[in-house]
């Protein structure tokens, strides 16, 4: 399975985003189906963290402490899409977001957790 992650761009600062992720392949209708999906980020010169992620399902979300409130992680899966919409966006949520698909059904906040790895955005946001 291929993971296209898209839609970032440079926005100012309490601008939204909305970031798309297509699972293509010939496996991606079942790794989609099954999976957890998951979005993480990493900043210049920093280690990548973990942003969000859902159940297979779309039945339980995770967020990180810092996205609480503004992020939502939702999924499509007659699209093989995830998409992560971004609202009152900060200078501070700047990265290459990815996103990946997990080795489980479960929406897990562990880098270890996920197997496929997509080629990242870039989210960049002005002050």
């Known amino acids: 399975v291929q993971l296209q992650a898209s839609g970032g761009g440079l926005v100012q600062a309490g601008a939204s985003l909305r970031l798309s992720c297509a699972a293509s392949?010939?496996?991606?209708?079942?790794?989609?189906?099954?999976?957890?999906m998951g979005w993480f980020r990493q900043a210049p010169g920093k280690e990548r963290e973990f942003v969000a992620a859902?159940?297979?399902?779309?039945?339980?979300?995770n967020y990180a402490d810092s996205v609480k409130g503004r992020f939502t992680i939702s999924r499509d899966r007659t699209k093989n899409t995830v998409y992560l919409q971004m609202n009152s966006l900060k200078p501070e949520d700047t990265a290459v977001y990815y996103c990946a698909a997990a080795r489980s059904s479960a929406a897990s906040s562990s880098r270890d957790s996920y197997r496929t790895w997509g080629q990242g955005t870039h989210v960049t946001v002005s002050s």
């Open positions: 392949g010939r496996t991606s209708g079942r790794i989609f189906s099954n999976n957890g």
């Open positions: 859902i159940s297979w399902n779309g039945g339980s979300t």
